[in-house]
């Protein structure tokens, strides 16, 4: 079993930065694809950014050039830097990864999220 465990959600004022954290734990043997998605109220799940093993990365249009998706391999460990928020970036952010183990099967797996609020 994995779990993934999302930090550094809060409030902040438009305009301003957040990082957020995802740590992965577990039966990992190698982490592929890690990426975040956010859900706003009342909307569908959206994939916010991405990145492979090798470091190629992908973003959503409404967030291409204020946010970076980045890995730390070494710690098993994704990260999120938000910045130039928008009130239209709340929601709940979740950490996603395609993880192998030993037996070469991979799985998908999800954090619990974590809450983004921007204040205009």
């Known amino acids: 079993q994995v779990q993934l465990v999302e930090s550094g959600g809060g409030l902040v004022q438009a305009g301003g930065s957040l990082r957020l954290s995802c740590v992965a734990s577990?039966?990992?043997?190698?982490?592929?694809?890690m990426a975040w998605h956010r859900q706003a109220p009342g909307k569908q799940r959206e994939l916010v950014a991405a990145?492979?093993?090798?470091?190629?990365?992908n973003y959503a249009d409404s967030v291409t050039g204020r946010f970076t998706i980045s890995r730390d391999n070494a710690k098993n460990m994704v990260y999120l830097q938000m910045d130039s928020l928008k009130p239209e970036d709340t929601a709940v952010y979740y950490c996603?990864?395609?993880?192998?183990?030993?037996?070469?099967?991979?799985?998908?797996?999800w954090g619990q999220g974590t809450q983004v609020t921007v204040s205009s």
């Open positions: 990145i492979t093993s090798g470091d190629s990365t």
């Open positions: 577990g039966s990992i043997f190698s982490i592929n694809r």
């Open positions: 996603n990864a395609w993880v192998s183990n030993k037996a070469g099967y991979t799985y998908t797996y």
